[in-house]
């Protein structure tokens, strides 16, 4: 599998001439390869808006190295690199420059030299991959948060990004909107094999990716698939994180005695064990 983006040793620290301020991202690595969906979770704190500059080359490393693309993130290079990740942030109205949907999601094209009539191609298309082509023209206030961001994403798309980073670009929905980006990046993966990396503090939308990067004061305190990382449970309530609501209701259910035959992260495994374990004939 290609390597995409990796981070070998990467220590930053916001104030290098003061040694008792501790790091905020403290010897952390790991490896986002071609197709992948990782998620980066943690608490208030622990590191992960940093990580997200690091990788966007706003900030640089005191020590370790980042590559994209198996090119180190150098000033030098930072703009080649930067155009091949794709990025949609938290806010969707922060993010919106065009009058128009259409007009938003071709800024990044034109800025970028690309030829009118590749423009339109490239715009419908990233539109329809996020299922917004019939929006083209409406503004973006009419839109709903979900529906912003699912442009922001077309917007990222456009530019035919390696990566795309969503950093916490669900936290400011309403439920359904968080679960509009969601099927969107979902189904993204599967038409065109997408590789993401989301930051993110939703551990419902951490579920979804094939790895989890748990961080805590800076450092990677667990690296492994979701199944792996739940399976730490008090663990992570401790260091401050929410488990999945499945996964708290299968708790109380056995703590009450119910019959289940295993741990369930989803709502829909945890109906279907309630139901073999307890009604089916
Ligand atoms: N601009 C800054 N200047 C100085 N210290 C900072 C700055 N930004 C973050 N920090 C510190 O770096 C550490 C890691 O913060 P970071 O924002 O990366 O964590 P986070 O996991 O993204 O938190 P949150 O979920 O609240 O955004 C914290 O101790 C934080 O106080």
Do not use: C
Not at 87 to 112: H, R
Not at 240 to 261: C, E, I, S, W, Y
Request: charged share 25%; proline share 4%.
């Amino acid at each position: 599998m290609d390597e995409i983006l990796s981070l070998d040793h990467v220590t930053f620290t916001y104030s290098p001439d003061e040694p008792d301020i501790k790091n905020a991202v403290e010897d952390v690595s790991f490896t986002v390869n071609e197709g992948e969906w990782i998620a980066i979770v943690g608490h208030n704190g622990s590191g992960k808006s940093t990580i997200a500059r690091l990788m966007n080359g706003l900030l640089f490393p005191q020590q370790g190295t980042i590559k994209v693309l198996n090119q180190s993130l150098t000033e030098e290079n930072l703009w080649d690199i930067r155009s091949q990740m794709g990025m949609v942030f938290q806010n969707p109205d922060n993010q919106f420059v065009g009058a128009t949907v259409q007009d938003d999601v071709a800024f990044a094209l034109e800025n970028n030299g690309i030829p009118y009539e590749e423009m339109v191609k490239r715009v419908h298309e990233a539109l329809k991959q996020v299922k917004m082509d019939q929006f083209l023209n409406h503004e973006p206030q009419h839109l709903s948060g979900g529906q912003k961001q699912r442009v922001a994403i077309a917007g990222a798309l456009a530019l035919k990004p390696k990566l795309l980073i969503l950093d916490e670009a669900t936290s400011m929905l309403d439920p359904q909107g968080r679960a509009e980006v969601l099927a969107t990046v979902q189904a993204l993966r599967e038409e065109t094999g997408l590789t993401v990396l989301s930051i993110t503090h939703d551990l419902e939308e951490a579920i979804l990716a094939d790895r989890m990067l748990f961080m805590n004061g800076g450092k990677k305190f667990a690296e492994g698939t979701p199944s792996e990382i739940f399976a730490l449970g008090d663990q992570l309530v401790e260091l401050g994180l929410d488990l999945p609501f499945a996964m708290k209701l299968t708790k109380l259910l056995k703590q009450n005695g119910v019959k289940l035959l295993g741990e369930h992260m989803t709502e829909e495994e945890l109906v279907n064990d309630l139901w073999t374990s307890n009604f089916k004939k």
